[in-house]
Nanobody
Framework: VQLVESGGGLVQAGGSLRLSCTVS????????MGWFRQAHGKEREFVAA????????SYADSVKGRFTISRDNAKNTVYLQMNSLKPEDTAVYYC???????????????????WGQGTQVTVSS
């Protein structure tokens, strides 16, 4: 299984970006998916997650109301729409896949099975 993120870049504060994560294979619709980020010198932290069905989502308090996670199972892709970006959102953003087909949203790093290589998001003030 391979996860490939795209869509990162440099944006001014208040701007928007949409990250994409495309997953190889035919079982994407069975995976819970999550987005995490890691700023320089800090631990990787939860950003957003969505269940395999797309019926439930969860967000970190720091991004709630600004970020939206969604998925398109026909395209094997999960998205993270990021609006009203702030300098503190600057980080490498990673997508991750959880193979357990659980009905609950998974928010911890250790529960994810596969990870992408990350995409850099830089927000200038």
């Amino acid at each position: 299984v391979q996860l490939v993120e795209s869509g990162g870049g440099l944006v001014q504060a208040g701007g928007s970006l949409r990250l994409s994560c495309t997953v190889s294979g035919s079982l994407f619709s069975s995976y819970g998916m999550g987005w995490f980020r890691q700023a320089h010198g800090k631990e990787r932290e939860f950003v957003a997650a969505i269940t395999w069905s797309g019926g439930r989502t969860s967000y970190a308090d720091s991004v709630k109301g600004r970020f939206t996670i969604s998925r398109d199972n026909a395209k094997n892709t999960v998205y993270l729409q990021m609006n009203s970006l702030k300098p503190e959102d600057t980080a490498v953003y990673y997508c991750a896949a959880d193979f357990r087909r659980t009905p609950v949203v998974v928010t911890t790093v250790s529960e994810y099975d596969y990870w992408g290589q990350g995409t850099q998001v830089t927000v200038s003030s």
